[in-house]
């Protein structure tokens, strides 16, 4: 055993790669993040504030600017080295008084749940009353022709599809009815649009979301409606062709806000103009409390740093987390965070996203890697293993940080357990009872330990 | 599909050990398992029948018995081969009028949550009151002396330790309170044992669980007090140590009843005297609906053998799916199995049980394997890794399938995402709400590929 341990000193003074002895000093530390974050993680008590006391916080509302101090704050008060605002503009939608909606069956009228869809716009004040197509997808309606969709409603009812294992991919599969199928309606002459939610499962609650509308054509309302709406309205129409609906949303876009991101740092204590980035969205869609989406990703991005200076880990590289503002409809904070980073010349190494909820960790996505920068990342697997992060693979980072990927910064997504997400998300149950603590303080943990090995390991 | 057929049985006539092309087919079929339980999975819909209409079904009670009745009903209705009870004796323990309990610290009297635990006696009918103290373990307790136990209430107070990330080792670390505080009590001359919840949350529900005492000691009350409580009661103490506590519990042992395990199986093709079992157990205990504990384990077994039929798999082994009754207090239902096996000469290769809850599947563990079955077993890692079973390693198999392990019978223990079970279980919250469908038909179909890889490709 002594022959061992002198024969692991001499390697770690003449083998500066990964060795047995720094693996495992690195083991040790990883326990610790993942000890300091199970036993005495402050991310559960910040997503309670968060959520509970601020809440929904729309780009552009009081809500969202109530998040962007507290988030200041909050950063603050962890003694980083700096902490500080970026100024950005962004998009101001609101929805108005609830939405009403109704399937009107011959004498039969009855009420379903639906939302409007982000950027959509308001039908007329007494509402929009017509006759229903569905269609599964664009090219069936396509295919009806003109003359068959003017002056209907067109009502896209293409589920995800619930045999993919992977539920962002059956979300990926299923998005485009959402983003565009008004506007694909619009061309066809119908009068409005609605959409079976992006949900993962039946129930009554609509998933709201962004939509775009193309130039050149109509701007008509969009709406999603619960998927057991979908589910009725499908069913009646096929015992009633002439089945008519209803709906009337209040929404309205104002003009541009003036808003932040929030930045705060741990300056690198070798190579301080290089940069690391973690962070998440402070903005949420309007219904609920924006507790997976993304409340989970600040407070992990926070916790991160806070495991960091609590450990007394000093980071060779400078570690800068952030809350993006405007992820839901515009990116604009990101795509303003992306700007100044080539303005003010400042290298990124690479920017590390929490937005697909505050589940149980399984891995991370690498975007934009070298190949043998994602096999340097992947040799990290039998260190995180342990702790259940067993799929470290190319995937995707995350939209807020996409617009750095020009720089050459490399993206990496972090991965929790896929199945419960698309039933809270952009629902107004996405709400802190929905998230266990275990589950995100060990999310937190686990994205510290790949920052302190990319860090401390870098390539 | 016809010539794909046709290749497959070539294949497996001309190639007797796993190849390529095999591979690529069992990869199909596993493809299969898992699109057919996601797609058109009956297990959620049973898990609702028996949790929601039955409801809670301790051993020896009404709704324990209707159970058997719903499970045999069901298996009649997959036309399995065969369906079967087996009679087994079990005990029957009955909690009563619900149970009262309150801190006394002075003219203070607060009400605290309290669940009188498994097998224990009643207090005297007008309850006990006593002063406290507080130990974290045996040790401390044994260190104090009768003198200062004496008449008093034993509150034992250790939790599971957060810090962990097997919550399974946390409970484990913890459990010898609740299972022999009493008994350690009782030799010191206590009168009363009260347990901090063995949950891995702060919240307000007990739990509850088995407990068993000693010979010649004394027959004292035992009790779990939720954590919150248990925080007060400590805190209490500190402020005054004279604080009393008061609980009145009215359990009671009944005698014994008649009950069953049920049982069905599809006949294997080639070998149908050899045995691959897969179950869970069907009683659970009485404060809520057992829906995680452990009716996500009953219908995973279940829709295992349903998946089979479905799919026309045709096993060469006999698969047999079995509710073992008695897991809570007593596993009668376990023993019985292994003894009627035994008795009736039956050979069986491996058990699998569905034990841990309902959650997202992770992997396997394998106990009683030789080394080169285990290696056998992990070689199917590949073919499991894209649906997240990525932790296949020497593990506990289950406290049903146990007794079977002196006759050589390799027992596998599914292993589910293990963050949330410890919140829930053994307590009113766990209920159909807390199981997420798409989890727990991952779970599902994990274990019917598993079983479909143990029967096709044995060692």
Known sequence: MKKLITLL???????????????NADSLIIRKLFEESLGNGKSYEWLRELTTKIGGRLSGSANAAKAVVWGKNLMEQQGFDRVFLQDVMVPHWVRGAKEEAYILNGKQK?????????????????????EVIEVQNFLELRALGKEKCQGK??????PMDAKKINTFEAYGGAGDQRRSGANEAAKMGAVGAIVRSLSSTLNDY?????????????LIPAAAISTNAAELLSKTLKENPQTQFFFKQN??????????NVVGEIKGSEKPDEIIVVGGHLDSWDLAQ??????????????VLRLFKTLGIRPKHTIRVVFFMNEENGVKGGQKYAELAKQNNEKHLFALESDEGGFTPRGFGIQGAKPEQLSHIQKFSKLLTPYGLTDIDKGSGGVDITPLAPQGVVL????????????????????????NQRELEMGAA??????YLLDKDMF
Not at 14 to 19: A, G, L, Y
Not at 153 to 158: A, S
Not at 251 to 260: I, M, R, Y
């Open 206 to 218: 609509p998933h709201t979301g962004s939509m775009n509308y193309g130039t050149g054509v109509a």
């Open 446 to 451: 686990s994205m510290a330990a790949l920052i």
């Open 110 to 130: 009855i009420s379903v749940p639906l939302v409007a869809l982000g950027s959509s716009v308001a039908t007329p004040k007494k509402g929009i009353t017509a």
């Open 290 to 303: 924006g507790a997976h989406d993304d409340g989970t990703g600040i407070v992990q991005s926070l916790e």
């Open 412 to 435: 990496i997504g972090f991965k929790p357990d896929a199945h419960r997400y698309f039933e809270y998300h952009h629902t107004a149950i996405d709400t802190f009872d929905k998230v």
């Open 153 to 158: 409603i067109i009502f896209f009812n293409r």
């Open 9 to 23: 000193l001499l390697l770690s003074v003449f083998v500066p790669t990964q060795t047995y002895a720094q693996a």
């Open 251 to 260: 929404c309205e876009t104002l003009a541009d806000e003036p808003s932040h």
